[in-house]
């Protein structure tokens, strides 16, 4: 499904396959995680200086940036 405000982020199986992962829409970035058999998706932009959360890690619930 593609609108304005829902976009296709693909097949389920391939988001399953990372716990972590950058998706960018447009000029948006997005952190995507699969953790527990749940998909959560949060900005890909960390709220220090903007790094990129989605190539960060996971560490239990958390999003840690790639950056510092
Ligand atoms: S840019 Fe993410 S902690 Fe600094």
Same mark, same amino acid.
């Given at each position: 499904?593609?609108?304005?405000?829902?976009?296709?982020? &693909?097949?389920?199986?391939?988001?399953?396959?990372?716990?972590?992962?950058?998706?960018?829409?447009?000029?948006?970035?997005?952190?995507?995680?699969?953790?527990?058999?749940?998909?959560?998706?949060?900005? &890909?932009?960390?709220?220090?200086?903007?790094?990129?959360? &989605?190539?960060?890690?996971?560490? &239990?619930?958390?999003?840690?940036?790639?950056?510092?």
């Amino acid at each position: 499904m593609e609108s304005q405000d829902w976009h296709d982020l &693909g097949e389920i199986e391939a988001l399953r396959q990372k716990p972590l992962q950058e998706i960018v829409i447009g000029k948006t970035r997005l952190a995507v995680s699969w953790l527990e058999g749940k998909l959560a998706v949060i900005s &890909g932009a960390c709220n220090h200086v903007s790094g990129p959360l &989605g190539q960060g890690t996971l560490e &239990g619930d958390y999003v840690v940036c790639l950056w510092h």
